[in-house]
């Protein structure tokens, strides 16, 4: 009699085994599905991914040529201290005019940016704005006094002197603005290089999700 519960319960083993098999070789189809969804998902992200990793690389490239426009502010803060500015009076002004165009140009690239919809930066983005801001009102500062230490200030038209104190402290706030710009972006370049590997890394991933064979 036991022998015969031992040959039932080895043949119940059995009948188990062969559906669990069963059931092992039904379910490869619905694996292969849903193996195929992925890959076809995968492969329709890739465009959109890899536009937005284009889109940083670009703007990280605008970002550096701008700040590197944006250097020659030192130059003329050196100019402003060490030169008389009868004999720099030709260049000078022109140059800081060139300079506050140059940062409205890149304030204009932030606030695209932003406007792009990369609102998970906004904040630093906002904070390198604002730098912006001091820097172009600090540049106008400057420049004001040059001009009133040169040719004189406009009195019709509502200009006024500049002291030397006043004068001063113009070129003491362009000094702070400017390092101010420089130590956002020191920071701000670090994410916007790693937002950059980050979004390249994300189109490989999909790429190799889009190849993968079943």
């Known amino acids: 009699m036991l022998k015969f519960e ?3 319960r080895y043949q119940t083993l059995l009948g188990g085994l062969a559906a669990l098999g069963a059931a092992v070789v039904a379910s490869r189809p619905f694996y292969r ?8 998902s995968a492969a329709s992200a890739i465009p959109l991914v890899k536009e937005i990793a284009v889109e940083v690389e670009v703007f990280s490239s605008k970002l550096s040529i701008a700040t590197q426009r944006l250097s020659r502010a030192s130059h003329l803060m050196e100019s402003y201290d060490d030169d ?8 000078w002004p022109t140059a800081m005019y060139e300079l506050g165009s140059d940062i409205t140009s890149t304030r204009e690239l932030i606030l695209a940016w932003i406007d792009r919809g990369h609102y998970e930066r906004y904040d630093q983005l906002t904070k390198g704005h604002q730098a912006l801001d001091a820097l172009h009102a600090a540049t106008k500062n400057l420049a004001y006094a040059f001009r009133a230490h040169t040719i004189g200030p406009d009195y019709e ?3 006024h ?3 030397h104190d006043l004068a001063k402290t113009y070129r003491q706030t362009m ?8 130590s956002w972006y020191e920071g701000y370049i670090n994410i916007v290089l790693h937002d950059r590997r980050h979004a390249w890394t994300r189109v490989r991933h999909l790429e190799n999700l ?3 064979i079943a």
């Open 6 to 8: 031992w040959i039932y």
């Open 33 to 40: 599905q849903i193996a195929e969804m992925r890959r076809q």
């Open 84 to 91: 008389d500015p009868h004999d720099s009076y030709q260049w």
């Open 157 to 159: 038209h509502g200009e």
């Open 161 to 163: 002197d500049v002291s």
């Open 175 to 182: 000094w702070e603005a400017f390092s101010a710009w420089s």
């Open 210 to 212: 889009a190849t993968a």
